[in-house]
């Protein structure tokens, strides 16, 4: 049985997508500025790393890494609010979005971890990425066990 979403709700709903498409442009902006992006951190930033050697190249490598981990899970996100919009909230597909979005946070923290190693700095933006990837590993994990409920609730009536 389909819900109606209320107005306060599709407006909401309509914020999020609009969110998620802005934040997909900028993914795509910033990965075409990735040198520009990387040669004004580097300018800005002190060098105490374990690594001595110039970081352009290792900047530039993790962003690219990042950014295709932020793609990935920010269409991830799309397809979620898309299923949300069509009142369809506990579905295995929005579990496998949730998971995909989760296991991408897991690799941008890897990522950042790795390369820590030429600034200090990523690795509290490795801290940030595993702490987002465990939230969103229990919310996959709730929707999953809600759709479990939902499926044998299905079966019963």
Do not use: H, Q
Not at 3 to 9: A, G, I, R
Not at 103 to 113: A, E, S
Not at 138 to 154: G, H, P, Q, T, Y
């Amino acid at each position: 049985m389909r819900e109606k979403l209320n107005w306060s709700d599709m407006r909401s709903l309509k914020l999020s997508k609009l969110l998620t498409y802005s934040l997909i442009a900028m993914l795509v902006v910033a990965f075409v500025c990735i040198p520009f992006i990387s040669r004004w951190y580097i300018s800005i930033s002190v060098s105490n790393s374990f690594i001595k050697s110039d970081a352009f190249i290792p900047v530039c490598v993790m962003l690219v890494i990042c950014d295709i981990f932020g793609l990935a899970a920010a269409n991830a996100l799309r397809k979620l609010i898309a299923n949300i919009g069509k009142s369809e909230v506990f579905i295995e597909d929005n579990s496998k979005s949730l998971r995909i979005i989760s296991w991408c946070c897991i690799f941008v923290g890897l990522t950042f971890t790795v390369f820590g190693l030429w600034r200090l700095s990523f690795f509290l933006g490795a801290f940030f990425a595993f702490f987002m990837g465990l939230i969103m590993r229990v919310l996959k994990n709730v929707f999953e066990k809600a759709v479990s409920i939902k499926n044998e609730n299905d079966l019963t009536v």
